[in-house]
Nanobody, 117 residues
Framework: QVQLVESGGGLVQAGGSLRLSCAAS????????MGWFRQAPGKERELVAT????????WYADSVKGRFTISRDNAKNTVYLQINRLKPEDTAVYYC??????????WGQGTQVTVSS
């Protein structure tokens, strides 16, 4: 299992941008499919973006398509989530997650993103 540590969250005004980072431990990071989830207060955790282990395939939830970009640097054991044109409804705890193939996701501790209007 990889260990995941997110960073980059904070308080930002609507319309602003943030880049979240997720640093992974272990020598097998490049084998893991990676994802970013978020959980807003009172809501279920939702998947917002994924990237294949090779980096050649990504997926986005409709609610973030065109504003969020997931990327990875396997040499640095890091996955990123670039968030542009932030909206108040993007306020949530953002979690990085990893999995091999279709196995259960392994979670990080999360980083808070708060968007003020």
């Amino acid at each position: 299992q990889v260990q995941l540590v997110e960073s980059g969250g904070g308080l930002v005004q609507a319309g602003g941008s943030l880049r979240l980072s997720c640093a992974a431990s272990g020598r097998t990071f490049s084998r893991y499919n990676m994802g970013w989830f978020r959980q807003a207060p009172g809501k279920e955790r939702e998947l917002v973006a994924t990237i294949r282990w090779s980096g050649d395939s990504t997926w986005y939830a409709d609610s973030v398509k065109g504003r969020f970009t997931i990327s990875r640097d396997n040499a640095k054991n890091t996955v990123y989530l670039q968030i542009n044109r932030l909206k108040p409804e993007d306020t949530a705890v953002y979690y990085c997650a990893a999995r091999l193939g279709a196995t259960p996701w392994n979670w990080g501790q999360g980083t808070q993103v708060t968007v003020s209007s």
